[in-house]
């Protein structure tokens, strides 16, 4: 649904809607009689100019009082479109397709995007990434997605843990897969986080409070102080680390051994990332935790809330550069925090967004259900 105004409202689904002066009305698109496709996303631009898309790939504009069909470059689901201005504009869809307006015309521009959207991401190294989701792996060098060959018995993946270009671990679906040049191995472990700090060692947590750490070779289940679900693990070193979970549950790993640490707030937390940060001489353990509208930051050996925007927004992702800068995917868009100070810029696909990892303050990837952004700021 797009509102110009009060009484100036359109509506899709089966078909176009249009509401104004108290009345709503089905209307019709020029040369295309008794139309009534599936129409998924509106967006206009004026009340006198406007774009919808559709199901096979179908696209029609609104100008001079009149829907129209026009030329489109694909035959996928279009499942949403947004207009930066009259003259350029995005739509993505089924397949990963995403369209960019231009110059009066509608071009096809995912041939270098994976034909899934991607849950998870992550950058071992400069120039070359990694992605899962959809039931595939891809690696991202030369500035294009190659799909990855998976075992048959490979039934997808939702995270990733690389631990260099050549060599990482992907979970999902009950399957915890290693990937070595090319050589893959399972696990058959429900992991729902993995985090390696080396080829050689890493931890991983899952459902009922479940850890398990990988050390020579092997995974093995260690003692849990908890039966919650954790949902995710970070390790500032291999001295210390934090696992975090449902209804706010923190872990806290020193001393070669668990311990629960008194939450800070009662709701879900999904994500952390911690890092060493220099004290003077020494590294202290710093770092962050996420969850559906809470943002905790680690220093000085204490949690604390941030505060957030007004709004209050549902937060679904983070990858922050240290304690001072980082990036939020938000239902507001993408929040920037620097010094304390935060900034709002509005997504340019209006998806739902899994990950995002920043490799610097100058550039940076996000991915969801249907889209992948590059960030760069030369």
């Not at 069909?69 to 009259?86: F, G, H, I, K, R």
């Not at 990036?327 to 696909?349: C, E, N, Q, T, V």
């Amino acid at each position: 649904m797009e509102a110009v105004s009060e009484q100036d409202i359109w509506a899709v689904g089966d078909g176009i809607h249009h509401y104004q002066a108290g009345v709503w009305q089905q209307v019709t698109v020029q040369g295309v009689p008794d139309f009534r496709p599936l129409v998924r996303s509106i967006a206009m631009v004026s009340p006198e100019e406007g774009w919808a898309v559709g199901e096979g790939g179908g696209i029609f504009h609104y100008q001079d009082h009149q829907w129209r069909a026009v030329e489109s470059p694909t035959v996928a689901n279009l499942e949403s479109v947004d207009m930066v201005s009259p003259d350029e504009g995005w739509a993505v869809g089924s397949q990963s397709t995403i369209l960019h307006y231009l110059n009066g015309s509608w071009t096809l521009v995912s041939e270098t995007v994976p034909p899934v959207g991607l849950a998870d991401i992550d950058w071992p190294a400069e120039g070359s990434g990694w992605g899962v989701g959809g039931g595939g792996v891809w690696q991202h060098t030369q500035g294009r997605w190659q799909a990855i060959v998976t075992p048959a018995e490979f039934e997808g993946a939702s995270r990733l843990a690389m631990v260099s270009p050549t060599e990482g671990w992907f979970s999902g679906n009950g399957q915890l897969w290693h990937y070595d040049r090319g050589n893959w191995q399972v696990y058959p472990l429900e992991v729902a986080d993995i985090d390696m700090l080396n080829a050689e060692t890493g931890w991983a947590v899952g459902a009922h409070g479940q850890i398990w750490r990988y050390a020579q070779g092997q995974w093995q289940e260690v003692t849990s102080p908890t039966t919650a679900s954790l949902k995710a693990i970070s390790m500032a070193n291999p001295q210390e680390g934090w696992a975090v979970g449902e209804a706010g549950t923190m872990l806290h790993y020193q001393q070669e051994s668990w311990h629960v640490a008194p939450p800070i707030v009662e709701t879900d937390l999904k994500a952390i990332q911690m890092f060493e940060q220099s004290a003077g001489t020494t590294l202290d353990s710093a770092g962050w935790a996420l969850g559906e509208r809470v943002l905790l930051r680690y220093q000085n050996q204490g949690w604390e809330q941030i505060a957030l925007l007004e709004s209050n927004p549902v937060l679904h992702a983070m990858s922050m550069l240290d304690l001072e800068e980082g990036w939020l995917m938000s239902s507001d868009g993408i929040l920037h925090y620097k010094g304390g100070i935060w900034d709002s810029s509005a997504l340019p696909l209006r998806v739902s967004y899994s990950a995002i990892q920043m490799l610097n303050s100058q550039e940076g990837w996000a991915v969801g259900c249907c889209a992948i952004l590059h960030y760069t700021n030369p």
